[in-house]
């Protein structure tokens, strides 16, 4: 693995940058005040490529490679978490299914027009009865002619309020357990699916999570990804590629904040002097610094073992693991060495603070990634 960016990565680094800071950050307060989707910034981000960062120019991507998205990512959730999470969401949950295990008839109709950015797309796996153990999932498909019935309900669907479609997990045959699982792509509009009621959350505000509900929805066989009671296989593999674009999200949350720690420490004096000076906020400082580095190269490790085709669902467990729990410590901080104005929501870490909570909870809360990694090391 060379740890040095590619010219094309660095050019790429440097225009989402540019981008973040001139058109992302400016409007992330308001979204996390508004809850307003961010359309119009979506649909910027999309003619930039970032909506299919990973994927083939054929299929409607950008060309780019997984250490690149990890790099889009970071940068776009330093300046806004719920715009970084959106992307996410659209790269790793939605496109990349279709893209793994879609027909050509599939990839033209749901995923192409989605890489592009010209519609929206979600995930929908997790239930109000079933999170951790996805398969519990409540949702049944019976199958009948050449049309699957869905019942049930989805919870916590980030996209789900502003997605044109869904990559909907439910079961075909409940009697198999997870190998009754089927991966089926439902588009809004579809009588019987109703998005339901929006969730008011700690932080990354602007992601219209939401319920997804679905009563007596008819949806052709032909949407179905890969075949019937291979969902779970699909679901899980898809999370796999998640969980290194939440790990840069969570990346890019605490660098805002430290970058945000460092420039106030500098500026903020007490007893005469900035209290930059103070070994107390020196070590942490020293402390934000260091672990936002290991994020950073644990998820480029992961992403880059996912280029090369091997397996990398430890590393990418390894990544977003470290990475969540480094961003809830290093933002703690940030609101620390801030003190009291730390508190307010008139400085940005207030919000990084909110927005890290998360990474460590959504695509496998902290305990599953401990339970994939120990799985692995068990057996070495």
């Not at 054929?58 to 978490?81: K, N, P």
């Not at 904040?257 to 004096?269: T, V």
């Not at 003190?339 to 603070?353: A, F, L, M, T």
């Amino acid at each position: 693995m060379d740890f040095e960016l590619t010219e094309e990565q660095k050019l790429l680094q440097n225009s989402v940058r540019e981008f973040a800071e001139s058109e992302v950050r400016p409007l992330a307060k308001e979204h996390d005040e508004t809850g307003h989707f961010p359309r119009a910034l979506f649909k910027k981000a999309a003619e930039l490529g970032l909506t299919a960062v990973a994927f083939p120019e054929s299929e409607g991507g950008a060309g780019f490679d997984h250490v690149a998205y990890t790099i889009v990512i970071e940068e776009i959730s330093r300046c806004c978490a719920s715009t970084g999470v959106i992307l996410s969401v659209q790269n790793s949950l939605y496109c990349d299914p279709l893209h793994r295990f879609g027909t050509e008839e599939q990839k033209n109709k749901f995923l192409q027009p989605y890489a592009r950015g010209e519609k929206i797309g979600c995930y929908a796996l997790t239930e109000p009865q079933a999170g951790s153990n996805a398969a519990a999932l409540q949702t049944k498909a019976v199958r009948k002619g050449d049309t699957y019935v869905l019942n049930g309900t989805k919870a916590w669907i980030t996209n789900g309020g502003a997605a044109d479609a869904a990559i909907v997990y439910a079961n075909t045959d409940p009697a198999k357990g997870e190998k009754g699982i089927t991966a089926i792509v439902v588009e809004n509009g579809t009588p019987g699916f109703k998005v339901g009621k929006e969730e008011k959350k700690l932080g990354i505000n602007a992601t219209a999570c939401c319920e997804l509900v679905f009563t007596d929805c008819a949806v052709p066989v032909a949407n179905r990804i890969g075949n019937e009671g291979e969902g779970y296989k699909v679901a899980l593999s898809t999370l796999d590629g998640g969980r290194i674009g939440i790990a840069a999200q969570a990346t890019g949350i605490a660098r805002d904040a430290f970058e945000a720690a460092l420039n106030y420490s500098q500026q903020r004096l007490a007893f005469g002097q900035p209290i930059s000076q103070f070994q107390a906020i020196q070590f942490m400082l020293v402390d934000m610094s260091t672990e936002i580095d290991a994020a950073r190269l644990l998820n480029r490790k992961a992403a880059w073992k996912q280029d090369t085709g091997a397996r990398f669902s430890m590393d990418a467990a390894i990544a977003k693991l470290f990475a969540s729990e480094m961003a809830t410590r290093v933002t703690h901080k940030a609101m620390q060495i801030h003190g009291g104005n730390g508190y307010s929501r008139e400085y940005p870490v207030e919000r990084n603070y909110r927005d890290a909570r998360i990474t460590e909870i959504y695509e496998g809360t902290s305990e599953i990634q401990r339970l994939v990694i120990s799985s692995r090391v068990l057996k070495s």
